[in-house]
Nanobody, 118 residues
Framework: QVQLAESGGGLVQAGDSLRLSCAVSGRTVTSFVIGWFRQASGKEREFVARITGSGGSTYYADSVKGRFTISRDSGKNTVYLQMNSLKPEETAVYYC???????????WGQGTQVTVSS
């Protein structure tokens, strides 16, 4: 059974940094695509970043390019999202998800709250 568990959320001030973790069990992080998404209250879920399985290629939403970095530690079977220069409008629940490609994600974590105060 594949499970993803996010951690690392919290309350920070605008301009601060935060690192989220997505611990994966039941499958190796190199065997599928892992993406980060976020959903603010009252808004639709949006894509943030992803990392491909075998090649480890990374992709970002335009809004986070240059500030966020997705990475993985195969030994810990964990994917990270380093978030720098956070903005209040990035307050949301952040989810990690795993899937066979960048379009279909079959496994989702429970989410972790990130709150950025101004």
């Amino acid at each position: 059974q594949v499970q993803l568990a996010e951690s690392g959320g919290g309350l920070v001030q605008a301009g601060d940094s935060l690192r989220l973790s997505c611990a994966v069990s039941g499958r190796t992080v190199t065997s599928f695509v892992i993406g980060w998404f976020r959903q603010a209250s009252g808004k639709e879920r949006e894509f943030v970043a992803r990392i491909t399985g075998s090649g480890g290629s990374t992709y970002y939403a335009d809004s986070v390019k240059g500030r966020f970095t997705i990475s993985r530690d195969s030994g810990k079977n964990t994917v990270y999202l380093q978030m720098n220069s956070l903005k209040p409008e990035e307050t949301a629940v952040y989810y990690c998800a795993g899937g066979r490609n960048s379009v279909r994600y079959d496994y989702w974590g429970q989410g972790t709250q990130v709150t950025v105060s101004s």
